[in-house]
Every structure is written in C-alpha cells, then in structure tokens.
C-alpha cells in the first residue's frame, strides 16, 4: 500500500496515470495532501485558506465519475493550489492584505478552466501583499518559511511567496502564481522548482487581484519541466473577458517537449551581467551551459544593447503608476494596516507623471525592438534566475530589489522559465533562467526538459520538516 508521503512526492504525470487506471483514487490522494499539510503548514505558512471539506467532497465526486467512466480528462481529481489573488466564486481574495478582502462572486476564468479539467483546489497560498515585493516577505499575514533551511528562516521569493513554498514542501502538487517582475520565478528558484513566465495574453487575468495589467502574467509552478508544461497547456486560451488572450495563436508545447535540443542556438549572458551573481550561481550556471553544449546545443555570446539594469526605471515606473491607481485609497490612508515595505513601493506610483508613464511605454516598446534585433538567430538567453541563493530573512534590504536577471522578461514581454540546476555549499537550490521571445514558451520548456532529463537537480526534495509547536526550529515561519 502506497504511504501519503509517497504519493505527495510523485510528479502530476505519474499520478494522472494512476488515476486514469485507477489505480488510485484522488480521495487517497486528496487525503495524502490535506495530511501533509496538516503536519507541516503551521510552521510553513504556505496557506492562507485551506478548503479541506470541500477538496474532500470533490475527491470524492472525482472518484465516482472516474470509476464510472466518466472521467473530464487526465487530470480529473489531481490536486492544485491558487495564489491568493485569483477568485474563487464565495471565497475571499486576500491578496496578503488586511485592509482589502474580496468576496469572489464568480470565479476567476483560470478556475474555471482548472475546475472544467476535473482539478480540486486545496486553497489559497499566501502572498506578498498586492503582490508588490520579490523577497516574499508578509508583515501582516506571515512570511512563508523557506523549506530548504529548517534552522533559520530564508527569502522563499516572491510574491507567489506561498505556491513555491506549497509545491517545494509537497503539500501540493503544483500551483499557480502570477509574475510581475519575477514573482513565479523568483519563488522557483529559492525553493528549488519549476516556474514558467508566460506570455501576455496567453493566460487570462481576468478574476485575477491585478498589481500592473500591463506586466502582469499568471504563471505555472511545479517540480518539474513535464508538469509545468502540462499545467500550462491547460492555463492558456483565449477569453472573451480578456482582450489580451483574443486574437494570438495558441500552441501546445507537450508534443515537442522531448524533441532535445541539438542545433538549438543558445546565448549566454553578456559578461557585464555576471557580476550581480554570487560564486555559487555562477558555477551553477556555467555548469549548465556545459550540459547543454554536451546536449547538442551551440553556447554563443550576446551582445545587448542595454544592460538588465537599464530596464529598471522604466518597468518600476510602469509598474508603481498602475499599481498605484488601483491601491491609492488604502496607500493614502495612513491609518490602514498596510505592510510597512509594501507601502513604499506602492506610494511611488504617486509621483509618477503622465509623460513619465508614457515614455515608459514608449521606450518598452523600442526595447522590444532592440531585444529581437539582438537576437536574431538565436533560440533562448540563458542567465541565472536569482542572484544569489535564498538570503536569511535578517539580511533582507527591503529598499532593494531581487530581480535583477527575472525583471527584463516583463518589460519586453518575453517567455521564461526558472529551473533547478545546482546547490550552493549548504545545500541550498540555484537557478536556471531560459528566456525565449513573446509566445514561444514551448521552446524554453523544450530546452527545460533536456536539462531535467539529463540531470537530477530537480529530483532534488527539501530536509524534512522538524516541527515543534507549530514552528521550525529558530522561530515562528511567520517572522518577516
């Protein structure tokens, strides 16, 4: 008989197969995850809500239709958990706020989309709030413990803060989060899984708490290339409630995935970039770029003709003006319970000018330009995801930014994908970036499953959790 810690380690692919043959039933599995995250969520903090009856109750729904044959498809009854920005019809929609929570009326079109696949939602993760912050930190709801050190609280990246967390501990098999900036892949990297950036308009927003319509991007996270890909295969559409989805040409990356790489060309990030990372990172990510060479992929230079720095201003402009004429009744309010790091960020919308916002537009759309000129013949860049492994929260620097390799994707409205290549001397998982062009996030995945299928750094699992009173040893996994 297969133990609950068994099936919470085994990758969707593998358990849509045994569900298909029924060969296990989605209470069982079901059962195994709401388990798992009854021993160890109090000290991780990955939830926000947690739908135990209700997930019980679908389970149960899913295994009469699928011993009936009446099964929706491969998914029906595989397990999922949501960022705590996407509605769920008679949930809240946090958004890690305390001062503004949203009783979903409907469902966000992504739900729908999941639900119609026969997936059951175990619940909301949580989130930085109005997910403005990379770090992953939350002074008001709690900060997602960072499985990957059970001794001293680290960055587990954000803002999908807790859907990396959720997926890296197994207390899901894999969730959806939204990117910004970074905030798929940035969660990804520090806590050692797969996360995709898509495209915009490849995933409907619409029901989703926005932060800057124009960056923003949902995004799918699991433990590995296969279940990312599949997760996205279902993710994307068109949605007459979202006009960015109209009108694109939609692919299936799951026939490809296997195709490997040889021929493929891939560039290397230009010199300058390599600075911002630390040792660990680099040897990680040079190391990748020999795998991939071994593989049958040509490593060619790039030369850009700007700096991933350079795009900075512009993105943070677009981003705080946006964000910031959403938010600007609870920012402006004083008196609101508003994170004391989210605050600034949000607040500096409000000296964003008109002609400063446009020419913001205006240059990301010449950048754009630039980028596809730069890489011309070329089939992926290549760059760490993060700078450095995930950061002890008592060093964080609030002021700055963890973005540096993960913010350039936004602003050119680029695919890209966040993969585990390597661990630094304690242990902790580094990151492999493969950015492709706007809607060719088949080919990034495609050059992400040779890597995995070449190497075991995925198949990499956290220590176990020592909880002790709903805390990891150090303190609460609610500290910021």
């Not at 008679?90 to 997936?119: E, F, H, I, K, Y």
């Not at 997926?167 to 990804?188: E, H, I, K, N, Q």
């Not at 490809?256 to 970039?273: D, F, S, T, Y």
Request: proline share 7%; aromatic share 6%.
């Amino acid at each position: 008989m297969t133990r609950h810690d068994d099936l919470t380690e085994l990758p969707v692919h593998i358990l849509s197969q045994r569900l298909q043959a029924r060969t296990l039933s989605p209470v069982a599995l079901v059962d195994a995850y709401l388990a798992r995250i009854e021993r160890d969520d109090p000290a991780l903090r990955a939830y926000a809500e947690v739908y135990a009856d209700d997930a019980r109750l679908a389970a149960q729904a899913a295994d009469s239709a699928i011993r009936a044959g009446h099964a929706v498809g491969p998914l029906h009854g595989v397990p999922i958990a949501l960022k705590d920005l996407i509605d769920i019809a008679g949930r809240p929609t946090g958004g890690g706020s305390l001062t503004r929570v949203w009783q979903a009326p409907r469902n966000a079109t992504l739900t729908d989309r999941l639900l119609a696949q026969g997936m059951i939602v175990l619940g909301k993760t949580h989130t930085v709030e109005f997910a403005m912050g990379g770090w992953g930190t939350n002074s008001n709801t709690g900060t997602p413990w960072n499985p990957w050190d059970t001794q001293l609280p680290r960055t587990p990246g954000g803002s999908s803060s807790g859907s990396g967390v959720a997926v890296a501990a197994a207390l899901a098999p894999w969730a959806v989060g939204t990117d910004t900036g970074g905030s798929v892949r940035l969660p990804a990297s520090w806590c050692g899984i797969t996360g995709l950036k898509t495209t915009t308009g490849r995933v409907s927003t619409h029901g989703i708490l926005p932060l800057s319509p124009t960056l923003d991007t949902p995004g799918p996270m699991a433990r590995s290339v296969e279940d990312v890909a599949l997760l996205y295969t279902v993710m994307q559409g068109a949605d007459p409630l979202d006009p960015l989805t109209r009108g694109l040409a939609y692919a299936d990356p799951l026939p490809g995935l296997r195709r490997g790489i040889k021929g493929l060309r891939l560039a290397r990030m230009p010199r300058a970039e390599r600075e911002y990372a630390s040792a660990a990172v680099l040897d990680a990510y040079d190391a990748s770029l020999q795998e991939l060479e071994k593989l049958g992929a040509e490593i060619v230079p790039l030369e850009l003709p700007f700096r991933f720095v350079d795009v900075a201003t512009d993105n943070l402009r677009i981003m705080a003006a946006e964000s910031y004429a959403m938010y600007h009744a609870i920012i402006d309010d004083e008196t609101a319970a508003v994170d004391p790091h989210v605050r600034p960020r949000l607040a500096a919308g409000r000296g964003v000018t008109a002609k400063q916002y446009i020419d913001a537009l205006s240059m990301r759309a010449k950048m754009m330009a630039q980028f596809e000129a730069a890489m011309a013949g070329i089939d992926a860049l290549l760059t760490p995801a993060t700078m450095t492994t995930a950061v002890p929260l008592h060093e964080v620097d609030q002021t700055k930014a963890p973005a540096h390799y993960t913010r350039f994707a936004n602003y050119l409205n680029l695919a890209a994908l966040a993969l585990p290549n390597g661990a630094d001397a304690g242990g902790l998982p580094t990151s492999l970036q493969i950015v492709t062009r706007a809607g060719d996030e088949a080919t990034a995945l495609r050059i992400g499953w040779a890597v995995q299928n070449a190497t075991s750094w995925h198949l990499r699992r956290p220590p176990s959790m020592a909880v002790d009173g709903g805390h990891l040893a150090g303190q609460g996994a609610g500290a910021a």
